[in-house]
C-alpha cells in the first residue's frame, strides 16, 4: 500500500501538466488533470498491483492484513472505475484534438532538458496554429456538445495550454536561438488555445432534466441505481428507501424530545417559539472567538472528567482559530474544524439581515454540539491521529470521519453533557439537521425532491435560518460533496453507537479502550473497523452484511 501511494505519485507528477520549478518538482501537485498518457499509466499500474494482490496467500494473513487487503482492493477498484469513466469521455471528444500530439511530442523530450532547433519549434507551433485556426471554424458550425463533453474538452485545451507553457517557460531566456525564434509565435498558439476552450465550453448544451426551480442551485441527481453502488462501496447493506425509514424514526425521537425541552421552557408545544428564545442568545460582535474558546474548554474537561480517550498534550497544543470570509459563509454557514476552527460569524460588508442570520444561527446554544464535533475529540484529534497510526491507510470515509464526530455529539447527550435546557435544544437542532440531510440528499439524488423542496424541509421541520438553509442545500449540491457525504454523519454515528453497545455496554472494552482504538485503526468502512475489534472471519470477496440499526 505504501509502494503503490509513492508509485502513482511518482507517475502523476511526472506526466503533470501544471508541476514546474517553483513546485520543486516533488509533491506539490497542482492539477489533477490527467493526460491521455498519464491515464494509461495509471491504469497500467493498478493491473500491476492487482495483480500482485492476487498472489498473495489471504488465508495466512492476520485481520488487520485481511481488512487491508479487501479496502486496497476496493480503492483500486474505485479508482480504475473513474479512470475508465473518464477514458470514455476523452474518446468521445478526441477528435476535436487530432493536433495534440504534436505537443506532446514538443514536451517529452524538454522533461528531459534535450536541447532544441529553435528554427524548427517555431516552425511546428506556426503550423499548429494553422491547425487550431481551422479547428476553430470547424467547431464552430456544430450544434452544441452535451454539457461532460464540453466542459471536459474545454478543460482539456487548458491543460494543452499548460504543457506549452512549462515548454515555452523552459527554454525561453535560457536558449538564446530560442528565445529569438519562438515568443511570438508562442504568444499566438497560446491564444488559440485559450479562444478553443472558450468556444469548446460555449458550445455547451444541457441535457439533464435539472433546471432551476428558483433557488438558483442546479446539482446533479445520480439516482436509484448509482446510490446502491456507492452504498455497496461504502459498506453501507441498506436500500436508500430503507435510510430514509432510518431518518424518519431518528427524526421522530428529536421531536419527542424536543417537546420535552419545549415544555420545560414554558412554551408548550411551540417549539419554533423555544427555539426562537435560544436563537437570541447571540453573542455580541467581535465577542464569537471567545465564546467558542469557552465551550472548548468546557468540552474538553467534560472528556477528562469521564476519562473517555487519550488526548495527546501535542493535540491540545497546536489547534488555531480562523474567520471565515462573508463568501465562504454562503457555503458553510456554520464554522468549520480540524487543525483549525473556522469561525462563521457577521463582518461589517453583510447587509443587517445577513449579519442576524448568522448571529442567529451560530448561537453559543448551538454551538455547543458542534465544537467538540470539529476539534476534540472530533475532527481535529482525528486527523491527529491519522497521521500517527497506521498513516498507511487511505481507507478514507465520510462515515467514518463525519461519522465519529456525530458519535461524540450523540454520546455527550447521553453522557448527561448538556446543562441547561437551552443547551439541550442546540443539541437537538444539529441532531435534527443530521436526519433532515439523509431525507433531502437521498430524496433529492432519487429524484424526488428539487433544491427548493430541500430548503423549505430544512426551515419548515428542523428551524434554519432562510440563508442558511440555503447554504447547506448549495453545498450538498454544488459543493463538491460525494453523494453520499451529507447522509454519512447520522449513518456513521449510529454505526459507532452499535459498535459502541456491542464492545462497551457488553464490558467487552472500557469507553478509553473503545475510543482509543478507534483512533489507533484509522479511518475505515465501520463494518471492517467492526471485523477487526471483534477478531471476525474474513473472506477475500468480502460484502457488506452489518445491519447495524434495529427498527
Known amino acids: 500500500m505504501i509502494q503503490y501511494e509513492a508509485d502513482k505519485g511518482s507517475i502523476i507528477r511526472f506526466y503533470s501538466v501544471a508541476s514546474t520549478a517553483d513546485t520543486y518538482g516533488t509533491y506539490f501537485e497542482k492539477s489533477d488533470y490527467n493526460t491521455p498518457e498519464r491515464r494509461e499509466r495509471l491504469l497500467a499500474l493498478i493491473s500491476e498491483y492487482q495483480n500482485n494482490l492476487k498472489g498473495l496467500d489471504f488465508d495466512k494473513m492476520n485481520i488487520n492484513g485481511k481488512v487491508d487487503y479487501i479496502l486496497f482492493n476496493r480503492n483500486l477498484n474505485n479508482e480504475k472505475e473513474a ?6 469521455i476523452y474518446n468521445k471528444i478526441k477528435g476535436y484534438f487530432a493536433f495534440e500530439n504534436q505537443i506532446y511530442a ?21 503550423a499548429l496554429c494553422k491547425t487550431i485556426k481551422e479547428q476553430i471554424k470547424t467547431v464552430d458550425k456544430i450544434s452544441g456538445l452535451d454539457k461532460e463533453s464540453s466542459l471536459f474538452s474545454a478543460e482539456h485545451s487548458k491543460a494543452l495550454q499548460q504543457i506549452l507553457k512549462k515548454y515555452f517557460e523552459f527554454y525561453n531566456g535560457y536558449d538564446p536561438l530560442f528565445t529569438w525564434w519562438v515568443p511570438r509565435t508562442y504568444e499566438e498558439l497560446d491564444k488559440l488555445l485559450a479562444d478553443y476552450a472558450t468556444l469548446l465550453k460555449a458550445k455547451k448544451v444541457d441535457t439533464s432534466t435539472q433546471k432551476d426551480d428558483g433557488s438558483g442551485i442546479i446539482g446533479n441527481p445520480i439516482g436509484r441505481d448509482e446510490l446502491i453502488r456507492q452504498l455497496e462501496t461504502e459498506f453501507i447493506p441498506y436500500s436508500p428507501e430503507e435510510l430514509v425509514n432510518i431518518a424518519n424514526k431518528e427524526f421522530a425521537w428529536c421531536d419527542a424530545e424536543l417537546l420535552k425541552a419545549s415544555k420545560e421552557m414554558g412554551f408548550g408545544d411551540k417549539w419554533k417559539d423555544a427555539q426562537e428564545k435560544v436563537k437570541t442568545s447571540f453573542v455580541a460582535p467581535g465577542d464569537q472567538p471567545q465564546a467558542m474558546l469557552d465551550l472548548y474548554n468546557q468540552s474538553v474537561e467534560f472528556l477528562k472528567k469521564n476519562d473517555l480517550l487519550t488526548i495527546p498534550p501535542i493535540a491540545e497544543e497546536t489547534w488555531r482559530v480562523y474567520m471565515m470570509s462573508p463568501e465562504a459563509q454562503k457555503i458553510n454557514p456554520f464554522f468549520l474544524g480540524g487543525e483549525s476552527l473556522i469561525i462563521s460569524y457577521p463582518t461589517n460588508t453583510m447587509t443587517y439581515e445577513e ?9 453559543p446554544n448551538f454551538s455547543r454540539a458542534t465544537i467538540h464535533h470539529e476539534l476534540i475529540a472530533g475532527h481535529h484529534l482525528q486527523q491527529f491521529m491519522r497521521d500517527r497510526y497506521k498513516a498507511y491507510r487511505h481507507f478514507d470515509t465520510p462515515f467514518w470521519v463525519e461519522g465519529n464526530s456525530l458519535y461524540w455529539e450523540m454520546l455527550l447527550w447521553d453522557l ?30 432519487l429524484g424526488k425532491w428539487t433544491p427548493q423542496q430541500c430548503i423549505d424541509f430544512l426551515v419548515d421541520r428542523v428551524g434554519h435560518e432562510q440563508a442558511n438553509a440555503e447554504g447547506e442545500v448549495r453545498r450538498s449540491f454544488e459543493g463538491g460533496y460525494s453523494p453520499l457525504y451529507q447522509i454519512a454523519y447520522m449513518l456513521g454515528g449510529l454505526q459507532f453507537m452499535a459498535l459502541k453497545n456491542e464492545m462497551v455496554t457488553t464490558g467487552k472494552m472500557s469507553y478509553k479502550e473503545f475510543h482509543d482504538a478507534i483512533l489507533h485503526e484509522n479511518s475505515m468502512p465501520i463494518e471492517l473497523l467492526r471485523a477487526i475489534l471483534t477478531h471476525q472471519k474474513l473472506e477475500r470477496d468480502f460484502k457488506t452484511n452489518w445491519k447495524f440499526y434495529k427498527f
Open 355 to 363: 449579519k442576524m442570520m448568522s448571529m442567529r444561527g451560530n448561537n
Open 83 to 88: 479512470l475508465v469513466k473518464q477514458q470514455k
Open 416 to 445: 448527561k453533557f448538556p446543562q441547561t435546557t437551552e443547551d439541550k435544544i442546540g443539541m437537538l437542532f444539529w441532531r435534527m439537521h443530521r436526519c433532515a440531510r439523509i431525507i433531502f440528499s437521498l430524496n433529492y439524488h
Open 106 to 126: 514538443l514536451e517529452k523530450p524538454r522533461i528531459r532538458g534535450n536541447k532544441v532547433n529553435s528554427e524548427a519549434v517555431a516552425k511546428e507551433m506556426n
